[in-house]
């Protein structure tokens, strides 16, 4: 194959997804937050690394709930969608 369709060194660094640390009362919300903003770039691996939950987890349930409502309000069409998914995956 010619190297002009090879690209070995395209590896995109991964997300920045700024969580506060994790006994931060705010991680959570903050977690299910980076999940969704993984999601949205198709980059979920590199969201449940960050944050050690995966895409679904129901611990994060509320949080995503309130992103969903947030969602709503914001007329916000692919977080809306992207927090239902989640909901889903999480059981309900």
């Known amino acids: 194959m010619s190297r002009a369709f090879v690209n070995e ?11 506060p640390k994790r006994d931060d009362p705010d991680f959570d919300a903050a977690a299910a937050r980076a999940l969704i903003q993984g999601a949205n770039v198709g980059d979920s691996r590199s969201a449940e ?7 679904g987890d129901a611990r994060l349930r509320p949080h995503v709930e309130r992103i969903l409502a947030e969602a709503i309000a914001e007329k916000n069409e692919r977080t809306e969608q992207l927090a239902r998914r989640f909901l889903r995956s999480a059981g309900g």
């Open 9 to 19: 060194d395209a590896a995109e660094p991964e997300p920045d997804y700024r969580l």
């Open 49 to 55: 690394n960050a944050t050690g939950y995966r895409f």
